[in-house]
Each structure stands twice: as structure tokens, then as C-alpha cells.
């Protein structure tokens, strides 16, 4: 396949598995004494216990020694704890209790490893008996040293302190409350099942956390706690409604304030339109569990997750991923319950409308999208050790599969020989030393190491650029929004802009010769349905800023774009970009279709259409790989007069700002210069609020007859919210029609 590069760098305009890995400086909760060791002596001290210090660093740990400039030595040894929790079973399935230490055996890729950390949880069995009124569960008293819960962050899950002995023998649960994708008659039946069994099911060896995702942060409403009427009363303050959509601005001039900097994003169009955030706070909130070592079961209540067409693979994946680290099993619940939907909508959406309604299309479509968005919660729970409580009214049964899946298990840990912070896959075995006794094992069978970036030389950092496009736990350090498109160049092939969009905030700025600049290095590859790679592109940009761009590029987006030439077909794209300064990497993984317009015979053929506030002059970018080729820039389907057409890539629009439409159709067979007719129009709760004045072009060009479509639509008429932006392109002379629609919002 031919790769057609255009790059460009423009400055925005505003438009089972339960177990856990922990690097350990301090081992709180171990019997072992702590491991960490950095201390500054002189040269005579020094050599006292050097050889001490690098025997322990052989057994637990990796050690570097180093000097300051005035010739003093440093000596570092960090290590890896890595956690497992096991559950040892019977052939009855009953727990087995009373196994020692010297019962275990793990290995890790094959590498035997030393036990440092044994613990046995024993649980009871959950017995349930109805309550008639709440009743507090008494806690021991708490040690002078644990911190008050009204000092403790919103925003953080306590660590257990040395000897506090706070979760020993205790089932971990935290109730995970996604607002935003859930309509309020869900919040309803979700808050009220929580209620009910804290109320009536909750037993003596129980602790709830409650957390709550309201579209800025992850929120600890209330840490681990065995207190019922606490948890009760949490639940209480929690309103149906408040944090339902996105959105939670109900401003939308140019001055409404962004909700968006919790997870890095300083532009609100990058929390709107997927799930990406949904599945970030997802992560951020297993990464909080991650703290404690013990069995951690979250029970995410949602409305379903869809994840489809253009939506990011890589942030499921490291969501899945961080989970197992932290030894995190998701149960999720599917608010919604048993739904019997009206085959085209009920009363609260209007008809779609069209033929599709008597084929059977309608239903189909909403039947498969109901599917969809349960079945990204049956990957969550699946690959994480849960189960996903779907299609059932008794929401509160999901907490209690939740409960009943921990039992008396052991805790066992060790200090990983293998220090290397690689990212890739480590395989762990455990076995029982004792002949005489036949049991069942559940734990952890691997896990991903973490990933880190040095001072890599060029050699270094490019092996690892390498290595994270093929690892399978993808890196999302780096917020990335991507957008593909596909217009016909001839009847064999296609070109396929890319267009990236990164938060400015997000890239570190580094002076060198006195000027600010930053560094971003770009990889990606497309493979087709055989797993072959099919296209490639590796890019470094290093744009030097001048003042006033230094200042800008921390509100606005950088945007990078590329382009490849490929046949019809199905692929998927795997595409990578790490700010060169800091090493944060983020990944973009999706599966997209180019059709085969030359065999479309019903409906008249058009390319992707674009939607977008910013044309840009080429001249004015701030990185521009193609200046020694401009013939070729200016052969970019989204290229104009010298100036630049740049995709909103989450069509996300300000009221002072003008949406450019851009599409093209095709009339390969066609040889008289019959018009075009082209027309945007804009929906609002299935009303329609505007429609642009029909837009006739005879004119076509090349081989197949290629007619662009423009259209500049102001949106200073709009009032803020959602629309449905549908553009109709009409053959009248040869009887052929074609719509596109898609999901837009003004701010």
C-alpha cells in the first residue's frame, strides 16, 4: 500500500483475578522490616555497609549506586511487592484453613520466588436475616494515629496503617456509582437497591465504600466502613438526577468555566461523546483500591457502557489492565433492568422516521445497541474476575454475588526478581508443597509490570516507543481524541485522513537555547482482518514556540494529522503519541471500515463528511512536514487555497463559532453535468431547527467525477445543548439519494 503523509502540528482555537502489585518503599503491612534504603554518608560510612545493603538488594530488590557532584556516594535499593490472594478450596468447596508459609510455592515465569508477606483472611460464610430497623455495627475503637475521616481527601481511599489490623478478615466492597451515564429512573432503582441491602443484607464482616463519578472526579463519598446507619446516611444525600449527562454546566456563553481538568483534559470537547472518561474514572478508582492487599470487589452500577464504531479500545484495555495490578474484580450492574422497549422508542424520544421503520431496521438497530452496551460490561466483569448482573429487576442481587465471592482466602507476597519496569506480561504459579492434600487454587495468573520512563538515550527510548505500540495492555498516560475519514482517489483506492487532537496542557514545555519547544513522537500502524500491517507511520515533531504560543498552547489543543492510501476493507489502527519530555504515552485503538463505493448501486456515493470550526493556513503551522513537498499538501483532500481544514474530531462547537461542513460525492458513471443538490439540517429533540439553503454543484472533476460539498453553518443562533446534524445529498437526474447523520453539541 502507498503512504500519502501530510502532517501537520496547528495550535488550537477554542472552539479471578484478585490481587495486587505495590512498589514498596516503607512495607507497612509486611512482617519483613522496610527495604528502601537511601541515605547520603560519607565515602568511610559508606563502605561500612555497602556490602550489606547490595546482599539485600540481590534477594528483594534492585540497587544503584551513585554520587553527588561533591563526590559523596549515594546508594538506592528499591523493590517490587507484588501481591497475591488466594483462595484454597476443598473438593467439597469448602475453605481450607491452617496452611502455613512453607505450604506455597510461586513462581514467576518460571522463577522461583521467595515468600515475605503471609496472611490468612478468614471469612464466615454470609447469613442473611431481614432488619426492621438499621442497625449500627460497633467498630473497635480506632488507634490514636488513624487519621479522621473529615481530614481524609475526597479523592483518596485511606491505606491501612502498620498494626492497625482495620481490614483483617473484613469483605472489601465498594459501590460505584456512575451518574452520568445513567437516566434518573436508573439512579432511582440503583441508590435504592444499595439502601436495601446495606439495610437488610449486610453482614458483621462487611465494609462499603462508596464512590461517585459525577463527570469531574472520582469522589470518596464515604471510605470503608462497617457502620450501617453511616452508610445509610450517604446513600440518603445522593439525588436522583443531579449529575445526569456529561454536561453539568448549564451555561454555554464562551465564559462557562471547564469541568473537564480531572483527568488532564483543559478543553470540554474532550468529555463529550464517549467513554473514554467513563472508563478513565473507572481506572482511577480501581488504582485507589489498589492501595489496600486485600480482596477488592467493585460494584459499578451503570446504564450500560457502549463501546463501538470509532469509541477507544486501548482505554478498556488499561482500565481491565489497572484492575488486575490492583487486584480489583468489577461486578457490574445493569440499572436499567429487564427492559421491554416499543420496537421504535417510547415517548420520551421522537420516530426516527423513513422505511426503516416498517423493515424492521429500527428495532433491530435499537435491539443491537441494548446489546452493545451490555456487552462492554461483561468484558469488565469477565476479564477481572466478576460476574455482570444483566436483564434482572433485583439489582441488589448483584451485590450480593459480590459478597458471597469472597471467601477465607490467604494473603501471600514477594519481592518480584525481575525489577525491570517493562510493561509486559509476567506469568505466576503457585502450588502447594503438601502431598497429602488435594485442593482447588483460585488466584491471579499473571499480571502486566508497570512502565516507567528514564533517562533513555535515542536507542532506548526508541525500543520503547516500539514495544508499547505491541504491548496488549495499552499506556493512556496522554488524553488522545482521533478522527478517520476516507474520500475516494480512483476506483481502486482511498485516502484516509487522520487527525489527533492532544490537550496543550497535558505536554511538558522545555527551554533549550532559549526558546520554549516541545517534543511529540508519533507511531501507529493499520492492520487488515489477516493481521497484516498494511500502512505505518513514525513521526517525531519538534517545534520550537514563541512566547505567545508558549502561552496558548496551555488552553488549547495540539493537532497532528497524516494520511494513508488503502483499499476497501476492514482494519484496525493502533496509534501512539509520548510527550518526549515527561515519556507519557497515549494510545488510540480502533477498528474502522472503508466501503467500496464503486459497488454502491442504491444510494448515490459520498466520502466521510467533516465537521469543523478551524481552517488554518498552512504557513502558519506551527510544525509542517510537507514544506519541501507543498504540491503535496495542497493534494489533501482537506487542503484549500493554502489553507487547512481541521476536523473538530469530537464535534464539540462554541455559539461563536462557525461549523464548516465539508463533503464529497461521486458520479463515476455519469458523463452530463446533471447538479448536486446538498442540504444541512439540524434536529433537537427530534424537532428540526434549522436547515440550510439547498446547495447546488454541477462541476464535477477526475475520473469520478468528484463533486466537493461546503458549507458554513453560524452557530450564534443556537441555543446550547445536543443536536442531530444530518446532511442530505441528492441526484435528481439519476434518482439517488444519500443522508449522514451524527451527534453534535454547541456550548
Known sequence: MRLARAFFLLLGIPGGACSGVFIVENAHRCKSPALHLQEKCSIATALLFL???????????QNASTTTSDGTPILKVSSQLVIETISVKDKKGNPVSGLTQKDFAITENGAPQNIRVFEY???AEPEYQALAEP????MPPAPAYVKPYNKL?????EPELKGSGKYRDKRLLALYFDMTGMDPGDQYRALSAAEKFVRTEMQPQDMFAILRYSGAAVEVLQDFTADRTRLLSILATLTVGEDRGYDNSTSGDAAASDSGSAFGQDDTEFNIFNTDRQLSALQTAANMLGRLSEKKCLVYFASGLRLNSMDNQAQLHATINSAIRAGVSFWPIDARGLVASAPLGDATQGSAGGS???????ALAMTNRMQQSQDTLYALAGDTGGKALLDTNDLGRGIHNAERSISSYYIVGYYTTNTAKDGKYRRVKVALNRSDLE??????????????FNQFNVADKERQLEDALMLPDPITDLAIAMELDYFQINHAEYFIPLTVKIPGRELALAKRFGAERTTIDFIGEIKDEAGTTVANVRDKV????????????AHHPIVYSTGFTLLPGRYTI?????????????SYQTAFVIPNLDKEDQRLPISSVVLSSQRTALKDAIYNAQKRSAKAAEQHPLVENGLTLVPSVTRVFQTSQTMFVYLQAYKPRTKSASPVVAQVSLYRDGKRVFESAPAEVAKGSGQLNTIPLEFAIPLSERAPGEYECQVTVIDPTGGKVNFWRTTMAVR
Open 135 to 138: 442497625t449500627a455495627v460497633a
Open 439 to 452: 485442593a482447588d487454587l483460585d488466584y491471579r495468573q499473571g499480571y502486566y509490570a508497570n512502565k516507567e
Open 121 to 123: 483472611q478468614a471469612l
Open 356 to 362: 426503516q421503520m416498517y423493515t424492521g431496521a429500527s
Open 574 to 586: 493502533k496509534f501512539l503519541a509520548r510527550d518526549d519530555e515527561t515519556g507519557r504515552i497515549g
Open 542 to 553: 519538534s517545534a520550537k514556540l514563541s512566547d505567545t504560543d508558549a502561552a496558548e498552547i
Open 153 to 157: 481527601s475526597h479523592f483518596e481511599i
Open 51 to 61: 556490602w550489606t545493603a547490595v546482599a539485600v538488594a540481590q534477594q528483594v530488590g
